[in-house]
T-cell receptor, first 115, second 118 residues
């Protein structure tokens, strides 16, 4: 069975500093995609960044980057230069090639950015 | 603008009164899905559809119905809502092409529907 683990229920970061949100996953598949989503207090789910299992380079998208360590099955999200608007819940998720009908989510990490 | 549109955003209803939450996407996506989000339980898939007239159960389908008569629309129907269906509901869509690496496709979510059943 596939599983996503986010071990940090909550994190604080000072404005303008970088923060890393942890994500580990469990799958025996070779082909899969890893995604990060942001959910602000208003409730919507916003897609941030994607990493494919065959991608050799870490994904980057503006201030977001993904630290992908395939052998350790981890896909940590790094947010650089944190802003107050980054305060939100962050979800790591996985989609497998064999069961692409479903995106499996972790429990999420609440990030609070302090001014 | 590419988007997934859900309506209504908020809905308060009573036990047993049939309701429909609409979902429409303008990205020509094959795949659509419904999720519910509950505190402590995370996001769980209710139903999904890989294309028109093709639907299947997710992890928590009991008490829900869906249909996919057109590619762009995927309504969620609660025939007889109960209080345990009080939740935040999301519709999502993505590309899905058989034989391609569609697992790479991110899900695009609607803004959510907060349903309260009293």
């Amino acid at each position: 069975a596939q599983k996503i683990t986010q071990t940090q229920p909550g994190m604080f970061v000072q404005e303008k500093e970088a923060v890393t949100l942890d994500c580990t996953y469990d799958t025996s598949d070779q082909s899969y995609g890893l995604f990060w989503y942001k959910q602000p207090s208003s409730g919507e789910m916003i897609f941030l960044i994607y990493q494919g299992s065959y991608d050799e380079q870490n994904a980057t998208e503006g201030r977001y980057s993904l630290n992908f360590q395939k052998a350790r099955k981890s896909a940590n999200l790094v947010i650089s230069a944190s802003q107050l608007g980054d305060s939100a819940m962050y979800f790591c998720a996985m989609r497998r090639s064999k069961y692409g009908n479903k995106l499996v989510f972790g429990a999420g990490t609440i990030l609070r950015v302090k001014s | 603008e590419a988007q997934v549109t859900q309506n209504p955003r908020y809905l308060i209803t009573v036990t047993g009164k049939k309701l429909t939450v609409t979902c429409s996407q303008n990205m020509n996506h094959e795949y659509m899905s419904w999720y519910r989000q509950d505190p402590g339980l995370g996001l769980r898939q209710i139903y999904y559809s890989m294309n028109v007239e093709v639907t299947d159960k997710g992890d928590v389908p009991e008490g829900y119905k869906v249909s996919r008569k057109e590619k762009r629309n995927f309504p969620l129907i609660l025939e007889s809502p109960s209080p345990n269906q009080t939740s935040l509901y999301f519709c999502a869509s993505s590309l899905w092409r058989t034989g391609m690496s569609s697992y790479n496709s991110p899900l695009h979510f609607g803004n959510g529907t907060r349903l309260t059943v009293t």
